[in-house]
């Protein structure tokens, strides 16, 4: 099975893709989240696998918006522990370091422990983009903070682990096919929808009483503006339910009347959520 996601060897993302598809996957790299949803709607990928949420630094816009405006459908939901590692050459200390490249959500994510160093943090693409970079680069004074098979992958060795500022880091992500190859006979428990609300007023408020009146959970809400339409926003939930539940259905039927436009991103199999409290540290 082809599972594309973004980034390269090492990324995070391939780390949670492999946990969730197992050793029978063969993940396939892009530069683009762009890249992962082509790949899926050509067929050179059978899914796709992408972050969409961080318990530190909240939704991955852009992939919500590409589960709203892409023909594909979101069939499982998986969580990963980050564990953030500065990554620099063999031979190196960690006193000598002077520039760390990463992700910039990384990057605030380990700014404290940056800052205490008096380290300048330049932004890269992708986590293991920056570790890839460094390895290459071979230059005095440059690290990466990535995950520790990062290390392994690039020929860098850890020199400091566990870096970033608030301890319980997870990130959610969402498996997806093409809408067409979604299969009937799923177990669901948790559905995600998108839709955008009539303007006057109490629309909104219409809207999710819908889920209050058929006593249905939400676990997350959130706005997205609409590209196309200047100030005008998109609202994306997810609850407990699946698609295919009495109660549901019938919501999501009373939504497709009173919103503008509904889209049900996908449903799904409700997976463990991870139970550490973050603390500071």
Request: aromatic letters at 8%; proline letters at 5%.
């Amino acid at each position: 099975m082809k599972v594309a996601y973004q980034g390269v060897a090492g990324a995070y993302s391939e780390a949670a893709l492999r946990l969730h598809f197992g050793a029978d996957a063969q993940p396939i790299g892009f530069a683009f989240s762009e890249q992962v949803f082509d790949a899926v709607e050509d067929g050179r990928a059978d899914a796709g696998f992408v972050p969409v949420e961080n318990s530190i630094a909240g939704s991955v816009g852009v992939n919500a918006d590409l589960l709203l405006e892409r023909k594909v459908f979101a069939i499982a939901e998986a969580y990963l522990p980050i564990d953030h590692c500065l990554l620099g050459r063999p031979g190196d200390r960690l006193e000598d370091v002077t520039a760390v490249y990463s992700h910039p959500i990384a990057l605030a994510q380990c700014r404290d422990f940056l800052n205490s160093r008096g380290l300048r943090a330049v932004p890269e693409y992708d986590t293991a983009g920056a570790a890839e970079l460094v390895a290459q680069r071979r230059l005095p004074g440059e690290a990466a903070i990535a995950s520790k098979r990062c290390a392994e992958v690039y020929g860098l060795q850890v020199l400091s682990s566990d870096i970033q500022s608030v301890k319980g880091n997870f990130t959610r992500f969402l498996a997806f096919v093409r809408e067409a190859d979604a299969p009937a006979d799923r177990r669901t428990g948790k559905t995600s929808v998108a839709f955008s609300v009539h303007h006057h007023p109490g629309a909104l408020l219409d809207c999710l009483k819908l889920f209050a009146d058929h006593a249905i959970n939400l676990t997350k809400l959130e706005s997205r503006p609409i590209a196309s339409n200047p100030f005008e926003y998109s609202f994306f939930v997810d609850f407990l339910g699946g698609a295919d539940d009495a109660a549901v259905a019938a919501a999501l039927a009373e939504l497709g009347a009173a919103a503008r436009h509904v889209k049900v991103l996908g449903s799904y199999p409700l997976a463990e959520r991870p139970t550490s409290a973050p603390r500071r540290g």
